[in-house]
Antibody, heavy 117, light 111 residues
């Protein structure tokens, strides 16, 4: 069974950096891209970026390009998403999801990040 | 403003059929990139409902179907049930942006 388990909720101050983890099991981590998606309150899904765990190559959405870093550790089958210079607009649930045939069939449970002074 | 355009809301009575449209452009759906659909129930993460335009993952009822033509795609739900009340999102890839893209989402209300 494919499982993606994310780290717990975070509360950050404006200007801070958050790093969320996503540990996978049930498939070969290096074989499939890992994506990150933002779900802000009252808003839709926003694709943030992806990583190919096999070679570490990344692709980021233009909106987050300057502030996001996605990494992958194949020794622990874990992906990470780091978002810097946080503002209240970054308060959202962040989910990892792994792709198959360009779709996203497997998702983590989501991590709530609250940015507040 | 989402790259893929969906109606903000649709509604239907139990047992009826509803469709949700997803309109793109020549750099995504029109460029022959596949369309996938997700259902997001309140308080949960999205669930893949339709992949590669018209395929249902195991466990998804055949009341859900997808289609694609030109620069648009559609999700159809027949025999509406109260449990279908959720948000629905389309997703594709955009070659101009080099990015995965989602529609803005459609809230389905079962009357």
């Amino acid at each position: 069974e494919v499982q993606l388990v994310q780290s717990g909720a975070e509360v950050k101050k404006p200007g801070a950096t958050v790093k969320i983890s996503c540990k996978v099991s049930g498939y070969t981590f290096a074989d499939h891209h890992m994506h990150w998606i933002q779900q802000a309150p009252g808003k839709g899904l926003e694709w943030m970026g992806l990583i190919n765990p096999e070679d570490g190559e990344t692709l980021y959405a233009e909106k987050f390009q300057d502030r996001i870093t996605i990494t992958a550790d194949t020794s622990t089958d874990t992906a990470y998403m780091e978002l810097s210079s946080l503002t209240s607009e970054d308060t959202a649930v962040y989910s990892c999801a792994t792709s198959r045939d360009w779709a996203l069939p497997y998702w983590g449970q989501g991590t709530l990040v609250t940015v507040s002074s | 403003q989402s790259v893929l355009t969906q109606p903000p809301s649709v509604s239907g009575a139990p047992g009826q059929r509803v469709t949700i449209s997803c309109t793109g452009s020549s750099s995504n759906i029109g460029a022959n990139f596949d369309v996938h659909w997700y259902q997001r129930l309140p308080g949960t993460v999205p669930k893949l409902l339709i992949y590669v335009n018209n395929n249902r993952p195991s466990g998804v009822p055949d009341r859900f179907s997808g289609s694609k033509s030109g620069t648009s795609a559609s999700l159809a739900i027949t025999g509406l049930l109260a449990e279908d009340e959720a948000e629905y999102y389309c997703q594709s890839y955009d070659s101009s942006l080099s990015a995965w893209v989602f529609g803005g989402g459609t809230k389905l209300t079962v009357l």
